[in-house]
């Protein structure tokens, strides 16, 4: 059965683009099923790792919907996986759309998911109208957008777009709490996915353009009262490990004149962070410390050993190296007076991606033809697209989330405001496959 949303067809090329709304939002609901945590009252928590049972049978189920559409599959060393409608010109360059479907753990059910099966449902809702495209178009399952497992986001389109070095990549550990120390070569060959990481890179100038559909995981749509966004820049994310090492000991008899408390001198490189970071001044600098490990972690033991793990993103990486910069010097004189070792290393740091203005022209016709108000807008979030940036022209489009939630089992995004996010999806894919 097919279900109309209430706004009218896109009139893009003349075709009558309908999404089906109901059917969207099962298979969204579907796919949150497979998760290691029981949907709570608080809203649907996921939680799938990737390469994980539940992450292999969320893809397996993705595979046999995309069979059905008669869509051919591609899976390459690192579980990328690649569905094409192929065009009546198979030689050109396709267009492609895409984004992944591992969730961090405790999460919401739209991030990422939207742009698979958004992608996914603009290809059956172009079917229906009777397009028949000149370029192939390609919906695009990107590994590990996440870093949950191996420390890293975007695995998948890091490999694609020859960012990351593929023996790196594969000796990257991928530890999960509770369980055995792995390394993604390992974890990727018992999932199926073998042959070396070099053959995941793909050539620049392989896809004609890239179009993601992502949750805003932001609020400034929903405050504005708009309904779709359109990227035009993403920000640069690095991610930075502190480890401060002091001396540990029994938490009554080592006196606190003697103390070298690893925690204490982990508490003033946070608030550091935090307060050079405000100090730009500037809205779209931000900094976390997410990760705190404490050793040996017992609350009668004075911490010896603690590892931060920071994240600042901005859309001008010199001022994010300038907040590092004071947070270095910082660093250094809180390992001299409170007499610990501090060390810093590098997890990644990546450069901004500005998105095509020719593809946020094409969407920009899509929206004013369906008299849709679109905001163009800066993602401080990470995405694939940040990635796919290097081998094609990109953009992303954004629907509102309710709040700007994300990252959290209440994270929502309403079918009214996904069906429209596809249709224009849809529409887009299709005039540029025309191109
Ligand atoms: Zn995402």
Redesign the pocket.
């Known amino acids: 059965m097919q279900t109309q949303t209430g706004t009218p067809p896109s009139r893009t090329d003349s075709l009558e683009i309908a999404i089906d709304s109901t059917r969207m939002t099962s298979e969204l609901q579907t796919l949150s099923t497979f998760t290691s945590i029981e949907p709570s009252s608080k809203g649907t928590a996921v939680t799938r790792i990737v390469f994980t049972p539940d992450d292999m049978r969320a893809r397996a189920w993705l595979k046999d919907l995309a069979r059905s559409e008669g869509l051919t599959i591609r899976e390459d060393a690192v579980g990328n996986t690649f569905f094409r409608w192929v065009g009546t010109e198979p030689d050109l360059s396709a267009v492609a759309t895409g ?2 479907i591992d969730a961090i753990p405790h999460a919401g059910m739209y ?2 998911t939207v ?1 698979v099966l958004g992608g996914l449902e603009a290809i059956r809702a172009l079917k229906r109208s009777g397009a028949r495209p000149r370029r192939s178009i390609e919906l695009v399952l990107l590994t590990s ?2 870093p949950t497992r191996f420390g890293i986001g975007c695995l998948g389109s890091r490999l694609i777009s020859g960012t990351i070095n593929p023996d790196r990549a594969d000796g990257l550990h991928g530890a999960q709490r509770g369980s055995e120390d792995e390394t993604l070569a390992q974890v990727r060959t018992a999932a199926g996915f073998k042959g070396p990481l070099s053959t995941v890179r793909l050539p620049q100038g392989h896809y004609h353009a890239w179009v993601e559909l ?2 805003e ?1 932001g609020p400034l749509l929903e405050r504005e009262g708009l309904l779709l966004g359109i990227v035009t820049a993403i920000a640069a994310p690095a991610g930075y490990r502190f480890t401060i090492e002091g001396i540990g000991g029994h938490a009554g008899a080592l006196l606190m004149p003697d103390r070298r408390d690893a925690l204490c001198a982990a508490a003033e490189i946070i608030l550091s962070i935090e307060s050079h970071t405000l100090a730009t001044g500037a809205i779209d600098t931000v900094a976390t410390v997410g990760i705190c490990d404490v050793y040996p972690g017992a609350v009668n033991s004075v911490p010896s050993r603690v590892t931060l793990q920071v994240d600042i993103r901005d859309t001008d990486p010199a001022r994010r190296e300038s907040v590092m910069h004071a947070v270095r010097r910082d660093v250094v004189s809180i390992a001299t007076c409170r007499e610990v070792r501090i060390s810093e290393a590098l997890v990644n740091a990546d450069n901004p991606a500005t998105c095509s203005p020719h593809l946020v022209g094409v969407i920009d016709d899509v929206c004013r033809g369906d008299g849709i108000t679109a905001k163009h807008m800066v993602s401080r ?4 697209s940040l990635f796919m940036a290097r081998i094609s022209p990109i953009v992303m489009i954004f629907i509102p989330c309710r709040g700007g939630v ?1 990252h959290r089992p209440d994270e929502y995004a309403s079918p009214a405001d996904i069906a429209r996010g596809t249709r224009v999806l849809a529409a887009t894919l299709g005039k540029l496959a025309s191109e």
């Open positions: 984004s992944h991030d990422g742009g957008e996440e992502h949750i995981q979030a990470y995405h694939d994300s």
